[in-house]
């Protein structure tokens, strides 16, 4: 998430007990987990394995567990558990609001949308022109509806991501990450019943221009649709994946996190999309093929007894 | 959707613009999608292809895009877009009528029914004798519901069916095609919570008497159950589907659409049914086969290694 | 479930119109179904295949359609329908109580546990310290929630068991067991958008301490998971299962009923358990194996062609 306004990096160290090494008049302008970071970001690193990485990222301010030397113009915050400033910096900024009324006064809702009754509608959320909410919709704060948008019943915008921080030796293994990142429907977009769009755990979760979804549809923190993609009934997908534009998952298709559907592929139904795939293909099966080469093996498996009885003789 | 009076034809035509060739002196009762039309309705086909199905079709009156001679006692309306005047059609005789309250003016409910707190009950809708509505369900506007009807919580009944007019050369591929039809629960039915049943595109999706539906099921536009049929949870079905009496599919099970799973038949948890099947069998697996031929073919694949040692010598 | 005191032998026989061999003086404490009864328990049985199981078990009192001899201090209640006589007794000890207000007046809510709008909590539930229940959840009767519980917008606790006596010789061949049971949240459990967890049948559906579900879980009646289980997206379990300590199940897989996945196990997305599985071990596929074994499957498949080629020559 981006800060409303850029804050000293000492105010920063502050508040987290830090260390600062490097340049300590800076400002920042926002945090973000090492999957989205930019410039002015703060971002934290708790395992030597990517200390490496977060502190040559495109981040300014890196939140580390241990005293290194750090490239110019950047600063490394020093403390012991990097996780816990992380969740410090982001209750601080970006508090747990509870909303006790079904449309906060901190919301904007375009006076021509139709909203039905029994939607609930939290803080800093922003509903464009000519939208359409039914009923026992939830959008959560901080979510962006673009114009012309349609949410039917059910459907909730901008759940917690499920990402956990887990150490297996201590008695409750997961502990929930507080999420600062939103929601954006963009314009035409049009969202089934009982779906669940969950916001980014630090960047945001966006619906491209037109896409449409079914019923049931899943979709995980930071995931990217780009335009006019088309997700049938109970597809899911997992975090920070991307699916760039014109992209077609037929019924119950699930997809892993972190990984890229190219433009315009098509996926048949229960396929499950384990890897990167390229656009302009038409994929089926678990793990996902070409549809054509799926389909040859499906024919293969039905060869087996006849080639069984030429070599064993039955 | 049927008019709630005959419409002259004239009317119609004056409506969308268009040309009538044929019988201009009769009057429209209806209007549906081609795969549903019966006498005295209207229909439209916007490519040569279809031309002659929708002609030749129930329907008494065709939107159409090109002058063509007419059957005896049909009319054509010829216009330019024939999706278009289809859409100005519904929205004109089945305006969408947004409610303000949760319990509509417009809708019949028996006083033996058991309505939970914050239950959404829309437009014209008509629930029975001996009902249970639990909280948070949403009941979208011309649903019937029959006698002895139980609806857990979260449920939608009567969103909108995923069914639109796609055109990959303009901005937004997808348009959404207005609904006009119904869903309509028989006797005796019982849905689970977090369900989705979609109403018709133009005609109605209808659970039939006795059925019951499991949790998170969800049942596309225009599909039709008969009496008895048993639905694990997750099963996804699409639109226009036909489930003879007394049909079993376990959880997870995804159906293709506009095809018909025959009486009694039995398909595993997990499997895709992309083709007809007949009734009385039992089935699994992606595509469905027969359960046993499904398993006979696990146990071949099992065998692979065996026949490679044959053959290759290792 | 138990009783709120013991009940008379004698009572309860004439609640259901029973003959009492055996012991007639003693006090029932409570009603359940043969999968988990105890010393005290009301039990019913129907079918002679399982009369022995019924007799021998935990169970104190046995609701039977045959007159028998009877062990030692135990006694039989004798009548024409036992499924009946079960339905009457849960109806009568304890009766649906519709509730016409969002919040119970029999509800127990802890002061610091934060409750969004439009939230349903049902009679005699429990919630406890520290916990958060985001908007248009639905909390049915007898839930208990523990302390630092958080449950996601849209989901359903305390739905109804997908349970049916099933008789095909009737108009309507399902008729649902009235469930008497309970869903129990331990301490730390946190609960995704849009999930259902349906109560038990007689007995309770537990969530263990620490466990995460993802968005729409669904987790059938009497289903027990242990501790620190994760739960991705769309997984579906069944009836009756038990997940012991540290099972993680990921996106999309089924479960089927009356199972029991071993601790620490690991199933990959999309699989369908169908049998026990030992705990330790990695999983996938439908049905699931363990995943080295799959994944080899999946190589041996490619392999069909070249063997073919050798054996056939082309």
Known sequence: MQFSSPIEIQTIAKLIGAKIIGNDSAHATGINEIHKVSFGDLVFVDHPKYYDKCINSAASFIIINKEMSCPN????????NPFESYCTIVNTYRPFEPSNSMLSDSAVVDKSAVIFPNVFIGNHVSIGKNCIIYPNVTIMDHCIIGDHVVIQSGTVIGSNAFYYNTKKDREVWYKKMPDCGRVILEDFVEIGANCTIDRGVSHDTIIGRGSKLDNMVHIGHDTILGK??????????????????????????????TLTIGE??????????????????????????????????????????????KVMGR
Chains 1, 2, 3 share one sequence.
């Open 264 to 309: 315009n592929a098509v996926v048949f139904g229960q396929s499950g999309v384990t890897n990167d795939i390229e656009g302009g293909k038409v994929y089926w099966g678990t793990p996902v093929q070409e549809a054509k080469t799926k389909q040859r093996e499906l024919v293969w498996v039905k060869r087996i007894p006849e080639l069984w009885e």
């Open 228 to 257: 006019n993609c088309l997700l049938a009934a109970q597809v899911a997908i997992a975090g920070a994946t991307t699916l760039e534009d014109g992209v077609t998952l037929w019924g119950q298709v699930g997809v892993n996190k």
């Open 73 to 80: 113009g950047k600063a490394l915050l020093v403390v012991d």
